[in-house]
């Protein structure tokens, strides 16, 4: 490589290897080096337009940025000698395009407006495919939450049994949530979608640019305003992490929930063997790997927010070189929150649910207790405290049966049930899992009724997703196509 050509004239060239290398983003420039590219190309397009190029200026490094978006950005691009992608780009258009038009590039930005375009670029496309995920994730949800309208099971609260509720119902809070988490991205993404580009070092420049014109060919839906805060900014990119975090907590109780439910104790579903591992000495284990280490993924992420955070609480206006340090982050937090929704999505898709265990869990620990008291505030027009007291003195007492509850009654209230028309039959009626699911049918419940229509509305919203979704890439890649449509007629 030759010298670095934003150095030569203000620098010396002693530099250690040590110095380059703590000095370059290279490794995490390789997520943006093709949006670089783009962002080169607008730019040149722009600068013709606007006549601040003339068009035989241009076309020299047109046709060699066009080149390496069609092979590649050359190898050599990349050496940690130079600072960072944009300057290893420049240099190799300057060495095939030649100065007289590859030194041109750079009039009216800077690689502060630069890399917070390519940034931006390239986790629109992350944003768009971690939604992806999502809604793929939602949909198996969905597919299941179909399948087990009438599986019954045992709800918790405290890890401890409670109601019993339908799997379905179960599967849909997780569902209700990974939306919520959609919803969020949806919103980052609009914030994301805005061109610092034209803001140069921060104060823009006095070249007549025109900032619309390259938000536009980039596919942005607006620009960033004050040239300031453009390049300065990055909490686009913290809300992106904190966005992967809120989603990682809820795909990491997925997982504790798989683990615990999979075990030998439970026996609730088993896991699909291709998420599984097994041990090196004790030959019978099956062990839930994938959610284990899904789990504590989530630790790994939360770690990339705060990582960022820190970096950005102390930086004065504008830009700062400790950006730098914030963006690979951003990088580590959306890969492995993308990687870890598809992987939830397909152990979901390849579980097998214990329905016999399920049902046959539902009914323990006394879990339609509550329907029991229920039953008697609606049929001898007890108040409800009286009733869970009577009802939690008999439990107390060694089990719901006529005697015990009787003598509860006696006991706590001074009343007989007995005589009021109590009787067993009535109360093993109330006590009925099946009974007490059904029972609860009003919108959002574990009714098999109830989650029918759940099931129903959610597809339709998770349809509509989807079809945003393709909204957003298909624009996004015509842009891509037109854009580069458009240099390519620069060259005749
Ligand atoms: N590699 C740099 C970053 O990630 C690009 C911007 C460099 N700007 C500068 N003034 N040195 O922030």
């Known amino acids: ?39 080169d190309i607008a730019h040149v397009t722009m600068l013709v337009e606007r006549e601040i190029l003339d068009k035989e200026e241009a076309q020299g490094m047109m046709r060699i940025l066009l080149d390496f978006v069609e092979k ?87 890890m401890q049994h409670a109601q019993p509720t339908t799997l379905s119902h179960h599967l849909l809070a997780f569902e209700a949530a990974f939306t919520r988490d959609f919803e969020r991205l949806r919103h980052a993404f609009s914030r994301i979608n805005q061109s610092p580009l034209g803001a140069a070092a921060f104060a823009s420049t006095g070249f007549p640019i025109d900032r619309e014109m390259t938000a536009k060919l980039l596919g942005f839906a607006g620009v960033e305003g004050n040239t300031m805060d453009a390049v300065s900014a990055r909490d686009f990119l913290l809300e992106a992490i904190a966005d992967c975090s809120i989603l990682m907590t809820h795909a990491s109780r997925c997982c504790e929930e798989l683990i615990v439910w999979s075990s030998g104790l439970v026996q609730f579903v088993e896991l699909p063997d291709a998420f599984c591992s097994t041990s090196s000495i004790m030959p019978q284990k099956k062990n839930p790997d994938t959610a284990e280490i899904m789990r504590g993924k989530a630790g790994t992420v939360y770690g990339s927010l705060v990582a960022a955070l820190a970096t950005m609480k102390g930086l004065p206006m504008s830009y700062n070189r400790d950006l730098q340090e914030v963006t690979p982050n951003l990088w580590k937090a959306i890969s ?59 439990v107390k007492k060694g089990g719901i049966n006529l005697m015990m509850l009787e003598r509860a009654a006696l006991e706590v209230k001074g009343i007989s049930l007995v005589d009021m028309g109590l009787t067993e039959d ?53 842009t891509k196509a037109s854009l580069l449509r458009k240099a390519k007629e620069m060259l005749s």
Not at 21 to 29: I, N
């Open 336 to 394: 492995e929150a993308r990687s870890s929704i598809r992987l939830l999505s397909g152990m979901y898709a390849g579980a097998r649910f214990n329905r016999e265990r399920m049902r046959e869990e539902s009914g323990r620990g006394y879990s339609t207790a509550t329907d029991l008291a229920d039953f008697l505030v609606r049929e001898y027009r007890i108040p409800f405290r009286t009733a869970h007291t009577i009802v939690g003195r008999a």
């Open 1 to 39: 490589m030759e010298r670095d050509h934003i150095r030569a004239g203000r620098l010396s060239e002693d530099r250690s290897a040590d110095i380059a290398s703590f000095l370059s983003s290279m490794d995490a420039d390789r997520w943006i080096a093709e949006a670089d590219l783009l962002v």
């Open 426 to 478: 009535m109360i093993r009626n109330a006590l009925d899992p099946v009974h007490a699911v059904a029972m609860r049918r009003g919108p959002g419940g574990p009714s098999p009724e109830a989650v029918r229509s759940s099931v129903k509305e959610r597809r339709r919203l998770v349809r509509r997703d989807m079809a945003w979704l393709e909204g957003i890439r298909h624009s996004l890649s015509e």
């Open 72 to 158: 590649g950005v050359p190898a050599e691009a990349f050496d940690i000698r130079y600072e960072d992608i944009h300057a290893g780009i420049e240099a190799c258009l300057i060495r095939a395009a030649g100065e007289e038009s590859g030194g041109r590039l750079h009039m009216g930005r800077s690689r502060n407006d630069e890399v917070a375009t390519c940034i931006r670029m390239r986790l629109r496309e992350e944003v768009i495919g971690l939604m992806g995920e999502l809604a793929g994730l939602r949909d198996v949800l969905l597919d299941l939450a179909a399948v087990h309208q009438e599986t019954i099971m045992p709800g918790f609260t405290h």
